[in-house]
Nanobody, 125 residues
């Protein structure tokens, strides 16, 4: 069992930036596929960004060019740098992990086995 814990959520104004961090209890995440999801009130949880075992990334169209996902395998930590934030980015953000290493990270929920409890990001206009 792997536990994940998100941090870095906050309330910011539109145009601002935040950096989310996901710390894991895994001995090593180097073989894991990792991703960030989010869920806005009344909406389904959606994939935001994923990163494969060799560093390839995939982004939802809504965040391309504004969000950057990265990983530090030595520290077993995942990051999401968010810039040019918009009110529609307001959501609970979740870190997700799969022990199946993939070069191309999927952004669909069923691929991921471990989830953090989520952290609130609020963007005001």
């Amino acid at each position: 069992q792997v536990s994940l814990m998100e941090s870095g959520g906050d309330s910011v104004q539109a145009g601002g930036s935040l950096r989310l961090t996901c710390r894991t209890s895994a001995r090593s995440i180097s073989g894991f596929t990792m991703a960030w999801f989010r869920q806005a009130p009344g909406k389904e949880r959606e994939g935001v960004a994923g990163i494969g075992t060799f560093g390839s990334t995939l982004y939802a169209d809504s965040v391309k060019g504004r969000f950057t996902i990265s990983r530090d395998n030595d520290k077993n930590t995942l990051f999401l740098q968010m810039s040019s934030l918009k009110p529609e980015d307001t959501a609970i953000y979740f870190c997700a992990a799969s022990p199946i290493g993939r070069d191309h990270p999927p952004l669909q929920r069923p691929y991921y086995d471990y989830w953090g409890q989520g952290i609130q990001v609020t963007v005001s206009s």
